[in-house]
């Protein structure tokens, strides 16, 4: 069992930045994949990037790329996700996700635990 918890999220003016913490509880969470999802009001959930267990893999997906960053500290339970030039179109209650399988296909069904979610507001 592991239990996520996000925090981070906040308002911000456009161009600016924010690093996003999901904590995880349970000993064993460096065999997790992480992802991060978002979902905007009205719209289906959208991923954004994963890394592997062992943070040596990470992935983001085209729309974020050159924007954000995905690191881990196993050491601490946290997987971060750092969001620069944000933008308008970015605000959304972000999520974390982990499962045992690590997988770039950005498919949420492939997550067995998932977080309360953050919410992130970007203003222009």
């Known amino acids: 069992q592991v239990q996520l918890v996000e925090s981070g999220g906040g308002l911000v003016q456009a161009g600016g930045s924010l690093r996003l913490s999901c904590t995880a509880s349970?000993?064993?969470?460096?065999?997790?994949?992480t992802g991060w999802f978002r979902q905007a009001p009205g719209k289906a959930r959208d991923f954004v990037g994963v890394?592997?267990?062992?943070?040596?893999?990470?992935y983001v997906a085209n729309s974020v790329k050159g924007r954000f960053t995905i690191s881990r500290d196993n050491a601490k339970n946290t997987v971060y996700l750092q969001m620069n030039s944000l933008k308008p179109e970015d605000t959304a209650v972000y999520y974390c996700?982990?499962?045992?399988?690590?997988?770039?296909?950005?498919?949420?069904?492939?997550?067995?635990?998932w977080g309360q979610g953050t919410q992130v507001t970007v203003s222009s």
């Open positions: 996700a982990a499962d045992r399988r690590f997988t770039t296909s950005g498919d949420p069904a492939t997550y067995e635990y």
């Open positions: 890394t592997g267990g062992s943070g040596v893999i990470q």
């Open positions: 349970g000993r064993t969470f460096s065999t997790y994949a």
